[in-house]
């Protein structure tokens, strides 16, 4: 093995790469072990086709790093005469005018919506390979914004990956599926922390009493905090969905773990008697010191991540995901934070 890893070295030589070397090699020394090991054909094309679709989808992405976007859900079977369809359209018609990118699937239905309501200039389709439904729709179709995906699990990923922000509506299984998903990544701090709004129409049912479930029974037997009821909020007003997605970003930024020091970055740094007020209000998921203004810690200076920015750092009990989502919230309605345009 070692005299392998020596040649997969000298490859990695060859390509000329400067970057994340040891990222390709370890890659490289991962896929030629798969053909080692003696797998079934079958595993090799799920990684093989994996790699190829995860390669593809993430090439489509690069050019939109910088760009914030929403991914939206929802039914397939829903059609453009249903309030729905219209409510989706209309949202991401508003996000769009204030400058994120729509990202759904590329099918009909709510993804349509989207897509429609977005423009091809704000959307991008990662559609799934599926015998009973047809190719990408209409506002989508041959651009170079859409990925078409054979698993889905690495359309998911895509979905979740580059998004800041989240829209459900009303579905079958797989909107559903998709719902607890992100619920899940949220609740374990699997993923950065993100609005997921989930819309219905004025004087709908679905999401009230998807509600009805999860504190009836969910809840009620423990099997959830109640403070993980925050990672979500229900709405059936176009406007207030757009105001929760762009809002949650008003003064918040982003995040990052320093060993155990959890810091958040800010656009706009909190005044000393802000900081007391959070020290007040969150003591319960510091575990140890408090919550303090800081400096760029080390790894993001030798990193140059986002040192321009105020932040705040503490040690975060991470088991309270949905505690550090009010916290957010806190901090994007302090008096020093800035206006959302």
């Given at each position: 093995?070692?005299?392998?890893?020596?040649?997969?070295?000298e490859l990695v030589d060859a390509l000329g790469?400067?970057?994340?070397?040891?990222?390709?090699?370890?890659?490289?020394?991962?896929?030629?072990?798969?053909?080692?090991?003696?797998?079934?054909?079958?595993?090799?094309?799920?990684?093989?086709?994996?790699?190829?679709?995860?390669?593809?989808?993430?090439?489509?992405?690069?050019?939109?790093?910088?760009?914030?976007?929403?991914?939206?859900?929802?039914?397939?079977?829903?059609?453009?005469?249903?309030?729905?369809?219209?409510?989706?359209?209309?949202?991401?018609?508003?996000?769009?005018?204030?400058?994120?990118?729509?990202?759904?699937?590329?099918?009909?239905?709510?993804?349509?919506?989207?897509?429609?309501?977005?423009?091809?200039?704000?959307?991008?389709?990662?559609?799934?390979?599926?015998?009973?439904?047809?190719?990408?729709?209409?506002?989508?179709?041959?651009?170079?914004?859409?990925?078409?995906?054979?698993?889905?699990?690495?359309?998911?990923?895509?979905?979740?990956?580059?998004?800041?922000?989240?829209?459900?509506?009303?579905?079958?299984?797989?909107?559903?599926?998709?719902?607890?998903?992100?619920?899940?990544?949220?609740?374990?701090?699997?993923?950065?922390?993100?609005?997921?709004?989930?819309?219905?129409?004025?004087?709908?049912?679905?999401?009230?009493?998807?509600?009805?479930?999860?504190?009836?029974?969910?809840?009620?037997?423990?099997?959830?905090?109640?403070?993980?009821?925050?990672?979500?909020?229900?709405?059936e007003d176009v406007g207030e969905a757009t105001?929760?997605?762009?809002?949650?970003?008003?003064?918040?930024?982003?995040?990052?773990?320093?060993?155990?020091?959890?810091?958040?970055?800010?656009?706009?740094?909190?005044?000393?008697?802000?900081?007391?007020?959070?020290?007040?209000?969150?003591?319960?998921?510091?575990?140890?010191?408090?919550?303090?203004?800081?400096?760029?810690?080390?790894?993001?200076?030798?990193?140059?991540?986002?040192?321009?920015?105020?932040?705040?750092?503490?040690?975060?009990?991470?088991?309270?995901?949905?505690?550090?989502?009010?916290?957010?919230?806190?901090?994007?309605?302090?008096?020093?934070?800035?206006?959302?345009?």
């Open positions: 093995m070692t005299d392998l890893r020596d040649q997969l070295r790469l400067s970057a994340n070397r040891d990222l390709v090699l370890d890659m490289l020394t991962t896929v030629t072990g798969l053909g080692q090991d003696g797998l079934d054909r079958l595993d090799l094309k799920i990684a093989a086709s994996a790699l190829k679709e995860m390669r593809e989808a993430f090439n489509v992405f690069a050019p939109y790093h910088g760009v914030p976007k929403v991914t939206m859900y929802g039914s397939a079977r829903t059609l453009p005469d249903d309030p729905l369809y219209a409510q989706t359209r209309d949202l991401a018609a508003a996000l769009a005018a204030k400058g994120w990118m729509v990202v759904t699937g590329a099918g009909p239905g709510i993804m349509a919506a989207g897509l429609e309501g977005a423009g091809r200039d704000h959307a991008i389709g990662v559609n799934i390979r599926l015998p009973f439904e047809q190719g990408a729709n209409e506002f989508i179709a041959k651009d170079p914004k859409l990925v078409e995906m054979k698993y889905f699990f690495t359309r998911k990923l895509m979905l979740v990956k580059e998004s800041a922000g989240f829209v459900v509506l009303p579905g079958g299984f797989g909107t559903l599926d998709e719902t607890f998903e992100l619920l899940t990544l949220l609740q374990t701090g699997k993923a950065d922390p993100a609005p997921i709004v989930l819309l219905e129409v004025p004087g709908g049912t679905y999401w009230h009493d998807w509600e009805h479930f999860i504190t009836g029974e969910v809840l009620r037997r423990g099997l959830v905090s109640q403070e993980d009821l925050c990672l979500y909020k229900i709405t105001e929760e997605i762009r809002g949650f970003y008003r003064n918040y930024h982003s995040r990052r773990f320093v060993g155990d020091t959890l810091v958040l970055r800010l656009k706009a740094a909190p005044t000393d008697d802000e900081v007391d007020e959070l020290n007040r209000e969150f003591a319960d998921i510091v575990t140890r010191g408090r919550i303090e203004r800081t400096e760029p810690l080390p790894p993001e200076r030798s990193g140059d991540d986002h040192v321009d920015l105020p932040r705040v750092a503490f040690h975060f009990n991470v088991m309270h995901q949905g505690r550090l989502r009010q916290l957010i919230d806190a901090l994007n309605r302090l008096a020093s934070a800035p206006a959302l345009d």
